[in-house]
């Protein structure tokens, strides 16, 4: 089964953020395995539905170890919506 995440970090109170994001993004992209996409307001995560939430999880918890304070917003959905049927083929 696979899963798509969407996810949003906010850092609180960090001078660094875009650093921090980046880290966060850069240690998921080396997953294999995993597909992740990002744009300017979140990062998305499309792999195996076991995979893609340990890793992200373990992520979540390394950000959480290292940062005073952040905050992940995350959507959780069934399936791989990584590709986008075109509207006229609906």
């Known amino acids: 089964m696979n899963i798509s995440i969407e996810i949003s970090l906010y850092p609180l109170a960090e001078q660094k953020f875009k650093t921090e994001i980046w880290a966060f993004i850069k240690r998921l992209r080396n997953?294999?395995?995993?597909?992740?996409?990002?744009?300017?307001?979140?990062?998305?995560?499309?792999?195996?539905?076991?995979?893609?939430?340990s890793k992200v999880m373990a992520e979540i918890k390394h950000v959480h170890q290292t940062l005073d304070a952040a905050?992940?917003?995350?959507?959780?959905?069934?399936?791989?919506?990584?590709?986008?049927?075109p509207e006229e083929l609906c």
């Open 31 to 53: 997953v294999d395995g995993l597909k992740v996409v990002t744009n300017g307001m979140s990062t998305q995560v499309f792999g195996e539905y076991d995979l893609a939430t």
């Open 71 to 85: 905050v992940f917003v995350c959507k959780f959905i069934g399936g791989d919506r990584s590709e986008v049927i």
